[in-house]
């Protein structure tokens, strides 16, 4: 599983860097002679309303995509896992009440009805939707932390470093984060294809990157038009979400398998009866 989920991400990254080399023609430029196209031998995929080739613009929108939703990521990663910290070495305390509290009113409003807010405020575009991101997203990831530094306060190797004298700041760089590293990372995998999907959607309602660069989300959007009368311009960009986002749950799904193999086991057991 996790080396299929690899190899998936590998071969979607390294289309995305060479897209020029794997396409001649142009992602945002189209030619009206060439319009709703079907698959064919010039163009693998088939054409869009205005001509361009499909095939160039999934390519293309891989470079957009994905760059973008990793930084959204990695932002939110950083702020969300900062504030987790921070929270559960303060617990009980004002700061964690006042972080937690937060959380709660973050996670309880839904992120779609945020953005539209926001983009309705400020305008829609890519530094507007990053900005939501980073100022919602960080919720879940801030009480998921939270969770893991609590779950190895008590334990032996943290009490030892207090005993000896060890500052907050060295015992979560030495003895916390070392331990919570593999549970963030499987959780960012599931993280990062729900930021794809979510970031899509944005841009599916003009929310998010505008038109006419070729984002996944606006090619859904574009081709939902002339769903009837060219099904493939609303197929593609579906199925190249839909092949990402599993690779990303794959891999989320096998690394978690691979470090807690007695959970899985467990698992298994309990479906078997």
């Known amino acids: 599983m ?3 989920a690899i190899v998936l991400l590998f071969l979607i990254v390294i289309a995305s860097i060479f897209a020029p080399l794997l396409t001649v023609y142009d992602p945002i430029e189209g030619d009206s002679s060439q319009r709703f196209l079907p698959p064919n031998k010039e163009h693998l995929l088939g054409t869009d309303h205005f001509g361009r080739d499909i095939f160039a613009r999934i390519l293309y929108g891989a470079r957009i995509t994905l760059p973008v939703s990793f930084t959204a990521l990695f932002l939110t990663a950083v702020v969300g896992v900062v504030l987790g910290i921070i929270s ?3 617990f009980n305390k004002p700061v964690d009440v006042v972080i937690m509290t937060l959380v709660d009113v973050l996670l309880a409003v839904p992120f779609l009805v945020v953005a539209m807010a926001v983009c309705a405020i400020f305008g829609r575009g890519l530094e507007n939707v990053l900005i939501v991101v980073v100022a919602v997203w960080w919720a879940p990831f801030a ?3 939270r969770s893991l530094v609590l779950s190895l306060k008590n334990s032996q190797m943290v009490l030892s470093a ?3 004298g060890a500052s907050y700041p060295v015992i979560v760089f030495r003895e916390i984060l070392p331990n919570i590293f593999t549970s963030l990372f499987i959780y960012l995998t599931f993280e990062f294809g729900n930021l794809i999907l979510t970031l899509s959607t944005l841009s599916f309602f003009g929310m998010g990157i505008k038109p006419p660069l070729p984002e996944w989300g606006n090619m859904i959007s ?5 769903m ?3 099904y493939h311009m609303l197929l593609w960009p579906i199925v190249a979400i839909i092949i990402t ?3 990303l749950n794959l891999l989320g799904e096998g690394l978690r ?3 807690n193999p007695y959970d899985t086991l467990a698992t298994e057991m309990e479906d078997v009866k």
């Open 245 to 247: 986002v599993l690779a």
């Open 222 to 226: 574009d081709g939902r038009s002339y």
């Open 2 to 4: 996790i080396i299929m």
């Open 143 to 145: 009480r998921y932390t």
């Open 88 to 90: 559960a070495m303060n």
């Open 162 to 164: 207090m005993v000896l």
């Open 228 to 230: 009837t009368q060219s």
């Open 257 to 259: 398998d691979f470090s």
